[in-house]
């Protein structure tokens, strides 16, 4: 199939590299020209295992090419993608004008029929007003082209972007139309084990929504288990402990259930925020919502609690090592990272920060700049020198083995911070160590 994809970013750059593997004849097309001449030459924008040859690939193989011209990417191919960002205010509006500029671009060039997909997450009624949008542009033009439109979310993480755009749980396809529902079951249909059990077909207001409240139901199941851990830590249990007993129960299921310093990412947040919004908008309340945004926004702040519970309140002229910055391993991306809140609580507080994260420095540093004082730091050994404490906020692998007995002669005074519960207090503590994890019965602050 020949396919147009809008949007170069996580999502639409991850898809776009994985049909054109699967075989298929891929534009892909975004409105930043600068992004787009890197890709033609393989240099990737972002940070993502596996994408990078994946892209190589199929630049190679001819299948995956790359556009800034909005009018060439409307006129190729069978199905085209909206792929582009949605994100929401403070108060939770979402901001549709580059899905709604997509669809007027399609409208305007579109020279015959064609399957237009609504993939950006987007307010239950987006694909009818995109619908509307592109009528009005063909009607203008006197053109009378049929142009379905339907609704297929994207459930991939980042970090895993690749292998779950390959191996998708499930494919959600929100649609009536009968020859948009056939293009796109032919499309993943080798991309699922079983497609009469992975293939959901549905309306499109349904589809939409399914993506927000699969973005809801993780950030509840966080926000429940950090708020578990909280009981945890004061009761003398071990979260990890709770994790395993429940998550061993099939009706929970073992996923998405580590406590740790909150949720961060492009997101869990944006779509909370956006659905409680959306509902609210509706005179609708939703409090077990409302709540989950409460608990993350305290928990973000629960390592620095930590630490001054241990330095007795006096984090001043202190020098914290921290490793990790992403909001999670295998990216560089920084949004709503919980290390974000660390690092302004510990700058307001006088406290020195030596950093190391195997990828996101750079984008830090572009947000955070030199606002405090920072060392970026090359190795997450050389964070260690000179430093009084550990905290660990994302677990990329090369932490996760540490030599405790270096930490513990290197820092001023041993003490590991551990904000995703990734090592062992038994052994940190043999090394001489003090360890404070998340709803650990051993850390303080019972
Ligand atoms: C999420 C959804 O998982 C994905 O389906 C959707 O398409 C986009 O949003 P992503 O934001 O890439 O994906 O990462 P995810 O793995 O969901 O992690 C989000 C945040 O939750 C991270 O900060 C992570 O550290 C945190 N998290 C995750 C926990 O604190 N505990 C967990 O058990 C799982």
Known sequence: MKLAIFGAGYVGLSFAACMAEAGHDVLCADADASRIEGLQQGQMPLHEPGLEALVAEGLAAGRLRFTADKCAASMHGDVLFIVVNTPADAEGEVDLQHVMAVARSIGQHRDRDAVVVCKSTAPVGTAEQVEAVLRDELSQRGAVHRIAVAVNPEFLREGSAVRDCRQPDRVVIGAADPAAIDLLTQLYAPFVTDPTKQLLVMDRRSAELTKYAANAMLATRISFMNEMARVAGHAGADIEMVRRGIGSDRRIGPDFLQAGAGYGGSCLAKDVRALRHAADRDGQVLRILSAVEAANHEQKGRLFDLMTHHFEGDIAHKTIALWGLAFKPDTD???????????????????????????????????????????????????????????????????????????ASTLKTPAIFDGRNVYDAVEVEAAGIAYYGIGRGRSVLR
Not at 366 to 371: F, K, P, S
Request: net charge negative; aromatic share 6%.
């Open 333 to 407: 991306d920084m949004r709503d990272a919980p290390s974000l809140v660390l690092l302004e609580r510990l700058w307001a507080a006088g406290a020195r920060v030596q950093v190391h994260d195997p990828a996101a420095m750079p984008n830090a540093r572009a947000i955070v700049g030199e606002r405090g004082d920072v060392r970026w730091c090359d190795t997450p050994e050389d964070a260690l020198e000179g430093a009084d404490v550990l905290a660990l906020v994302t677990e990329w692998p090369v932490f996760r083995r540490p030599a405790f007995a270096r930490i």
